[in-house]
């Protein structure tokens, strides 16, 4: 499932750069043209105006994306400390293309992993180091690809926590863009919760519990610890990694934004995202807020609960979209075992089940002011990590009467209250 655009709202889009150009030989094709009149038509002197104005806007954001991303590209141990980026990004190390080549065997085909929406991943081989890394080689034709691999490096390079996949570093050689990660031997969340092989065990309980706090501590390092914080905007299956013991981190920073600062409540952005993982009022509005993270969370945690995916167009009408399917059940307690993976065959408890549904119903509602803040789910989600699934204790397959009535307060609170 791709990442989509809706090009009908603000594309206030300059925390990092955007080079729209960036196809190979486009700037020859264009050099003998001026800017100004490309795809220019016989209109009144008016229009004329209007686009000379817009063009020169354009102009102005296309020199600082430029500028930017020459940082980016031209930074090097030694002489990034100058730079407006510099200091951001020196834990992440250069490399050139021709490093890149050999740690991949000329991109090889048996070291490619998989593809994503802004390029495809390979295995490599670091020999300096002795170290196995996961690159990413972004697609030279994506409009997006110079401002994602800009975004991510700038991202990655100032976080460091464990629950956020590591920069390695990166390379910015004439048109190559590629970033160097830590490789995770377990791939994504997704390889492990939909579409399994025969021979595949699905994932038990307490493992999707560790998954999701995971997460959610990574997601709490981007809203809180973070400065500036970020939004990370792509929170799905397929960007949640997986290490040596299901250890959750979160990859794919391209859609990253900075958050709203002072007495801002959002960043007014172009929608970017993925379909079924994206906030309805962010989607509608093009207002992005941290509470957009938090609609993703939830999606990403039903998926874990029900097995599901956040869209399935193989099922019913009724039951292709994983928000519309579940937010009727969250009203009667009857419904609840019926939600849970069959895969789990019933090796859960089901108490930790209704805690769950809650959290997951929170972070679902409709209304952005109504989904808990990132600190209260971590400290829920926390809370269902401790209370691990026996199935020799009896007592946790108790049923009670009740019914998620999702409402504004601390979620942990209400989490515990079951």
Same mark, same amino acid.
């Given at each position: 499932m791709g990442c989509f655009g809706c090009t009908g709202h603000s594309t206030d889009d300059s925390d990092f750069p955007r080079n729209k150009n960036n196809r190979r030989n486009a700037n020859n094709s264009n050099k003998n043209k001026p800017h100004d009149q490309r795809q220019a038509g016989s209109g009144s002197s008016s229009s004329s105006v209007k686009k000379a104005s817009k063009e020169s806007v354009r102009k102005e954001?296309?020199?600082?994306?430029e500028e930017l991303l020459m940082e980016v590209r031209n930074l090097s141990l030694?002489?990034?400390?100058d730079s407006k980026v510099g200091k951001a990004i020196m834990r992440a190390q250069l490399f050139t293309f021709d490093q890149v080549i050999a740690a991949t065997g000329n991109f090889r085909s048996d070291f490619f992993l998989g593809e994503g929406?802004? &390029?495809?991943? !390979?295995?490599g081989f670091l020999e300096d180091t002795n170290e196995v890394v996961a690159i990413k080689q972004l697609d030279q034709d994506s409009l997006q690809g110079s401002r994602e691999f800009a975004a991510e490096v700038l991202t990655l390079s100032t976080a460091e926590h464990?629950?956020?996949v590591k920069l390695i570093g990166f390379c910015a050689e004439d048109e190559q863009r590629l970033l160097l990660y830590e490789y995770m031997p377990l791939g994504s969340l997704e390889n492990h919760l939909h579409d399994l092989s025969p021979?595949?065990?699905?994932?038990?309980?307490?493992?999707?519990?560790?998954?999701?706090?995971?997460?959610?501590? &990574?997601?709490? !390092?981007?809203h809180v610890k973070m400065k500036p914080p970020v939004i990370y905007r792509d929170l799905k299956c397929s960007n949640i990694l997986l290490g040596e013991g299901y250890h959750a981190r979160l990859s794919d920073f391209g859609l990253a934004r900075v958050g709203p600062s002072g007495d801002k409540t959002h960043v007014s952005t172009r929608v970017m995202g993925t379909?079924?993982?994206?906030?309805?009022?962010?989607?509608?509005?093009?207002?992005?807020?941290?509470k957009s993270d938090i609609y993703s969370l939830g999606v990403v945690l039903l998926e874990l609960i029900t097995g599901r995916k956040a869209v399935d167009y193989s099922k019913d009408r009724n039951e292709q979209y994983l928000v519309a399917w579940a937010r009727p059940l969250f009203k009667d307690r009857r419904n609840f075992s019926q939600m849970v993976d069959p895969l789990l065959q019933g090796?859960?408890?089901?108490?930790?089940?209704?805690?769950?549904l809650a959290v997951a119903a929170m972070c679902v509602q409709e209304q952005p002011n109504m989904r808990p803040a990132i600190s209260d789910v971590v400290m829920a989600l926390n809370y269902l990590t401790v209370?691990?699934?026996n199935p020799n204790n009896s007592a946790q397959s108790s049923r009670r009467s009740m019914t998620l009535s999702p409402g504004k307060g601390r979620v942990a609170d209400h989490v515990k209250s079951f």
């Open positions: 954001e296309a020199s600082k994306d030694h002489g990034g400390e929406g802004f &390029g495809k991943v !390979y295995k464990p629950n956020l021979d595949q065990k699905p994932l038990d309980w307490n493992t999707r519990m560790e998954i999701a706090a995971g997460m959610a501590r &990574g997601l709490e !390092y981007l379909y079924g993982y994206c906030a309805p009022d962010y989607a509608m509005t093009g207002q992005l807020t941290f090796q859960y408890p089901m108490k930790g089940l209704y805690q769950a209370q691990k699934y």
